[in-house]
Nanobody, 114 residues
Framework: QVQLVESGGGLVQAGGSLRLSCAAS????????MGWYRQAPGKQREFVAS???????KYGTSVKGRFTISRDSAENTVFLQMSSLEPEDTAVYYC????????WGQGTQVTVSS
């Protein structure tokens, strides 16, 4: 089992920045992928970004160039630096860990006001 705890969400004005963190604990494999998804009210969960233990990064089209994902593998923690935030970025952001099985955090709310 893997437990994920997210932090860093909140309310920010359009154009502002936020940094999300997700700490993983439990049965962590040395090779894995961690990432972020988001879900806005009435919409499907959407891929935001991911990063492997080897440092390979992927981004969703809507956030490319504005969000940056990074990780501290020694601490099993992944970060999402979000800049130039837009009201459309408002959603619950979920952390994901995957290696064989997939685990999800409980989510953290990000609200961007116009």
């Amino acid at each position: 089992q893997v437990q994920l705890v997210e932090s860093g969400g909140g309310l920010v004005q359009a154009g502002g920045s936020l940094r999300l963190s997700c700490a993983a604990s439990g049965s962590i494999f040395s090779i894995n992928t961690m990432g972020w998804y988001r879900q806005a009210p009435g919409k499907q969960r959407e891929f935001v970004a991911s990063i492997t233990t080897g440092g390979n990064r992927k981004y969703g089209t809507s956030v490319k160039g504005r969000f940056t994902i990074s990780r501290d593998s020694a601490e099993n923690t992944v970060f999402l630096q979000m800049s130039s935030l837009e009201p459309e970025d408002t959603a619950v952001y979920y952390c994901q860990y995957s290696w064989g099985n997939v685990y999800w955090g409980q989510g953290t709310q990000v609200t961007v006001s116009s």
